[in-house]
């Protein structure tokens, strides 16, 4: 049988469960007596109940109001989507993005105690991250909540009254151990200082874990459509998954079933928001074959090695590196199709050609990108970016985005040539042909040059012919 749930309601009130001792220079608590007044009393759902939600009426009968984008986080009030309140939820969808099925399966293996509520005693961030103005201004961030990793500072009295409440933003630090650091250490390009760079080519770099938090009214701001209609369209996309879409109207926040996005900080994470202080900052999303596995068809972990070698030669000079990684696999076309382009570039007259890089994608997808950008600079504005001095990208796409929200970029940088692996020429020349920022590096790719650029032969098909 499941372990029996923590009673949030039993614990003493100085319980070390839900007391959180504050990070500096945040902003006093409201007394208790306000506090106990304002905060509303939670309702226990009941898990061996069902609740269909495809009427207007069944889900968040009497949802806690919540203002997007209020500076104050106790008017704002927090982000409630957890089973154990489903007649108070303010949103859409489910924690932890496509796990949350995983835990479904636990549920189901009678693994998890669907009742249980997590003991967030020990979970509090290890540095500090805010507040920012950009904090409170939705057209800077509506697809994460700034608050998210605050649940314990901000929202612990809410939780000894027995809210269920969960972080959506995790903050820590580690070591990061690549060969490529080992490689320049041993090239001279780096030199170990002990303090952001070991001997061993081992960095240390903080970094926080986001969820995805959409207010869908910027949400369809940015897409440039109405929420109505953005509504309509997840909900037909998803086979009808989230029928509150459609039916709850007035409940604006929505967590999708989507992966989130992590952030790598070398250097000072305080100095981020001083404009004086140098920062170089890659905005990089998810190739799994050339990022984890070496593949040399893309520039992916060439890109993303070299970025992380000028965030740690930044760091070491008294500046600040950060590398924002998004779980946006395949353009966010999901490793299947990317695959499926893969052989279709191969397999097409004539082989793997630059002429016809993005026309590919078109052919099995529908569609080049389904990344657009438009949510990317967010994060940016989580961690207080006001001003990039170095970014590392070549993509116009990333940079148009990142201005358009008020951030300043100095200075682009392009992968160096000699970093990008033969097959992947076929990549580079398309993307600069059609725009992507050239930079000193890639002068003169003509449509001549786009033309004879061609990728080696895999002779996919010769054991069928033989």
Known sequence: MPPAARDPEAMEPDSPDVVFKPLEERPAKKAKKEEDKSIPEPEVSENSHITLTSHPDAFGVNPVPISWGHPDPQVRAPVICTVRHAAQRNAIGAHQGSYCI??????????????????????????????????????????????????????????????????????????????????????????????????????????????????????????????????????????????????????????????????????????????????????????????????????????????????????????????????????????????????????????????????????????????????????LHFIGVTKIHNFISMSDMKYNAIINTGIKIVNRIEIPQELVPADAQVEITAKVFHGYNAGKAYQGIDAAELKKTKGREYDYDEKEKE
């Open 102 to 379: 995983y835990t479904g399966l636990a549920v189901a293996a009678g693994k998890l105690n669907p009742d249980y509520v997590p003991n967030l005693k020990l979970t509090s961030p290890v540095m500090k991250i805010g507040p920012y103005p950009s904090w409170s201004d939705p057209k800077k961030i509506g697809s994460i909540d700034p608050y998210g990793h605050m649940t314990t500072e901000y929202y612990g009295d809410w939780l000894k009254k027995g809210w269920d409440i969960r972080p959506t933003i995790a903050v820590t630090k580690a070591h990061i151990d690549l060969p490529e650091c080992r490689e320049a250490i041993a090239a001279g390009r780096l030199k170990p200082d002990g303090k952001i760079l070991m001997p061993s080519g081992q960095s240390i770099v903080s970094k926080a874990a986001i969820e995805p938090v959409w207010y869908l009214p910027e949400i369809a701001r940015r897409f440039e459509t109405t929420e109505s209609n953005l509504r309509q369209s997840i909900f037909r996309m998803t086979n009808g998954m989230y029928p509150e879409l459609i039916t709850r109207p007035d409940i604006k926040i929505f967590l999708p079933p989507i992966g989130g996005l992590t952030v790598y900080i070398w250097g000072d994470p305080d100095t981020i928001p001083d404009e004086d202080i140098e920062l170089t900052c890659r905005v990089h999303d998810e190739c799994n074959g050339s990022d984890v596995f070496g593949s040399d068809i893309c520039t992916c972990r060439p890109y993303l090695t070299h970025a992380i070698e000028e965030c740690i030669r930044t760091a070491q000079k008294g500046g600040c590196g950060v590398f924002i990684y998004y779980r946006k696999e395949g353009r966010s076309l999901g490793e299947v199709t990317k695959y499926l382009v893969y052989n279709t570039r191969k397999r097409q007259e004539g082989g793997d050609s630059a002429e016809r890089y993005f026309s590919c994608t078109e052919q099995v997808a529908g569609v080049q990108d389904t990344r657009f950008q438009a949510l990317m600079p967010d994060p």
